[in-house]
């Protein structure tokens, strides 16, 4: 698969899971505050989960994005802080990815 179909796939996927995860909760439960840990606990705490992995979705979404733009501006496989040529094997795992490792760690 070339990688403007790779990343196009990436981008409904990741649009998709957002689009649900932005959903209202249909199950609120019997919320209450007190010292016990009850359903309102549980329910606070799945939703700091999903929280976190939607702003995980978004930084990933924002590097599909930039990726398809590369490719357009005809950049793709470069890093986008130091030029250099993004090595093949990391490309083929993160299609997405904008930076070299070296880079990326710095993130």
């Known amino acids: 698969m070339d990688p403007r179909s790779t990343l ?3 981008l409904a996927e990741i649009d998709a899971q957002m689009a649900e995860m932005e959903r209202p909760p249909t199950e609120t439960g ?3 505050f007190g010292k016990r840990i009850g359903e ?3 329910l606070a705490i799945d939703r700091m989960q999903q929280v976190a992995v ?3 979705l978004q930084g990933v979404r ?3 994005v930039r990726a398809l733009e ?3 501006e005809d950049s793709y496989g470069r ?3 130091c030029g250099r040529e ?3 094997g990391r490309l083929e795992a993160l299609p997405w990815a904008v930076l070299c490792v070296e880079d990326a760690a710095r993130r």
């Open 70 to 72: 590369k490719l357009d």
């Open 79 to 81: 890093c986008d802080v």
């Open 62 to 64: 924002a590097d599909v």
């Open 86 to 88: 993004i090595p093949a």
């Open 30 to 32: 019997g919320i209450s």
């Open 8 to 10: 196009t796939a990436k």
């Open 40 to 42: 309102g606990t549980s």
């Open 54 to 56: 939607h702003d995980q």
